[in-house]
Protein backbone atom coordinates (compact mmCIF):
# COMPACT_ATOMS: atom_id res chain seq x y z
CA UNK A 1 0.00 0.00 0.00
CA UNK A 2 0.87 3.08 -1.00
CA UNK A 3 0.00 6.43 0.91
CA UNK A 4 0.19 9.87 -0.75
CA UNK A 5 -0.54 12.92 0.99
CA UNK A 6 -0.60 16.41 -0.54
CA UNK A 7 -0.28 19.72 0.50
CA UNK A 8 0.53 23.56 -0.45
CA UNK A 9 -2.47 24.52 -2.12
CA UNK A 10 -4.59 27.86 -2.18
CA UNK A 11 -5.72 31.31 -3.21
CA UNK A 12 -3.44 32.96 -5.58
CA UNK A 13 -4.12 35.91 -8.21
CA UNK A 14 -3.94 35.34 -11.67
CA UNK A 15 0.38 35.48 -12.60
CA UNK A 16 1.15 34.20 -9.00
CA UNK A 17 3.18 31.04 -8.06
CA UNK A 18 1.97 27.91 -5.78
CA UNK A 19 4.52 24.59 -5.08
CA UNK A 20 2.55 21.68 -4.43
CA UNK A 21 3.97 18.84 -2.66
CA UNK A 22 3.18 14.85 -2.30
CA UNK A 23 4.51 12.93 0.18
CA UNK A 24 4.80 9.15 0.02
CA UNK A 25 4.88 6.16 2.44
CA UNK A 26 4.30 2.81 2.68
CA UNK A 27 5.32 0.64 0.22
CA UNK A 28 7.35 3.16 -2.08
CA UNK A 29 9.41 0.96 -3.56
CA UNK A 30 6.36 -0.11 -5.58
CA UNK A 31 6.27 3.36 -7.40
CA UNK A 32 6.75 3.47 -11.06
CA UNK A 33 5.06 6.75 -12.07
CA UNK A 34 3.83 9.76 -10.00
CA UNK A 35 1.42 11.93 -11.78
CA UNK A 36 -0.41 15.50 -10.75
CA UNK A 37 -4.15 15.30 -12.28
CA UNK A 38 -6.42 17.77 -11.46
CA UNK A 39 -10.55 18.04 -11.53
CA UNK A 40 -11.80 21.62 -12.14
CA UNK A 41 -14.82 22.36 -9.92
CA UNK A 42 -17.07 23.24 -12.09
CA UNK A 43 -16.68 20.06 -14.13
CA UNK A 44 -17.54 17.81 -11.34
CA UNK A 45 -18.52 14.62 -13.59
CA UNK A 46 -15.80 15.23 -16.22
CA UNK A 47 -12.39 13.13 -16.37
CA UNK A 48 -9.24 14.20 -14.31
CA UNK A 49 -7.21 16.09 -16.51
CA UNK A 50 -3.43 14.86 -16.91
CA UNK A 51 -1.53 17.45 -15.61
CA UNK A 52 1.86 16.44 -15.65
CA UNK A 53 4.00 12.95 -14.41
CA UNK A 54 7.63 12.02 -13.85
CA UNK A 55 8.92 8.42 -13.55
CA UNK A 56 9.98 7.87 -9.80
CA UNK A 57 13.61 6.73 -10.68
CA UNK A 58 14.36 7.81 -14.19
CA UNK A 59 12.54 11.61 -14.32
CA UNK A 60 11.64 11.97 -17.86
CA UNK A 61 8.73 14.37 -17.22
CA UNK A 62 5.65 15.42 -19.45
CA UNK A 63 3.51 18.02 -19.60
CA UNK A 64 -0.24 18.73 -20.78
CA UNK A 65 -0.39 21.29 -23.25
CA UNK A 66 -1.99 23.86 -21.14
CA UNK A 67 0.93 24.22 -18.44
CA UNK A 68 3.93 23.34 -20.71
CA UNK A 69 6.23 25.80 -19.81
CA UNK A 70 4.62 27.28 -16.70
CA UNK A 71 4.30 23.83 -14.38
CA UNK A 72 7.75 21.88 -13.41
CA UNK A 73 7.44 18.74 -11.79
CA UNK A 74 10.12 17.46 -9.97
CA UNK A 75 10.67 14.70 -6.99
CA UNK A 76 13.21 14.11 -4.13
CA UNK A 77 13.47 9.94 -3.58
CA UNK A 78 14.98 11.03 -0.93
CA UNK A 79 12.06 12.40 1.02
CA UNK A 80 9.72 10.33 -1.28
CA UNK A 81 8.55 13.44 -2.49
CA UNK A 82 7.27 14.62 -5.85
CA UNK A 83 6.60 18.43 -6.17
CA UNK A 84 4.39 20.77 -8.89
CA UNK A 85 6.11 24.12 -9.15
CA UNK A 86 3.07 26.04 -10.72
CA UNK A 87 3.99 29.51 -11.63
CA UNK A 88 2.10 32.21 -14.13
CA UNK A 89 -0.84 30.82 -12.51
CA UNK A 90 -4.47 31.53 -14.65
CA UNK A 91 -7.98 31.35 -13.22
CA UNK A 92 -8.20 28.21 -15.95
CA UNK A 93 -6.10 26.29 -13.45
CA UNK A 94 -8.56 26.36 -10.34
CA UNK A 95 -8.97 22.48 -9.89
CA UNK A 96 -8.44 20.10 -7.20
CA UNK A 97 -4.76 18.88 -7.89
CA UNK A 98 -4.38 15.44 -6.92
CA UNK A 99 -1.30 13.13 -6.91
CA UNK A 100 -1.32 9.54 -8.03
CA UNK A 101 0.99 6.78 -7.91
CA UNK A 102 1.39 4.05 -10.32
CA UNK A 103 3.15 0.65 -10.31
CA UNK A 104 5.35 -0.79 -12.85
CA UNK A 105 2.73 -3.50 -13.22
CA UNK A 106 -0.50 -1.23 -13.61
CA UNK A 107 -2.08 0.35 -16.74
CA UNK A 108 -3.57 3.08 -14.41
CA UNK A 109 -2.79 4.90 -11.25
CA UNK A 110 -3.49 2.51 -8.02
CA UNK A 111 -3.05 4.97 -4.94
CA UNK A 112 -4.25 8.48 -4.68
CA UNK A 113 -4.12 11.57 -2.61
CA UNK A 114 -6.77 13.22 -0.95
CA UNK A 115 -6.33 16.34 -3.21
CA UNK A 116 -5.44 20.23 -2.34
CA UNK A 117 -7.17 22.87 -3.63
CA UNK A 118 -5.88 25.70 -5.98
CA UNK A 119 -8.08 28.70 -7.22
CA UNK A 120 -6.17 31.43 -8.78
CA UNK A 121 -8.55 34.75 -9.09
CA UNK A 122 -8.72 36.92 -11.73
Known amino acids: QVLLVESGGGLVQAGGSLRLSCAAS????????MTWFRQAPQAPGKQREVVTRITWRGGNPWYADSVKGRFTISRDNGKNAVYLQMNNLKPEDTAVYYC????????????WGQGTRVTVSS
Open 100 to 111: AARSAIATTSEY
Open 26 to 33: GRTDLIDT
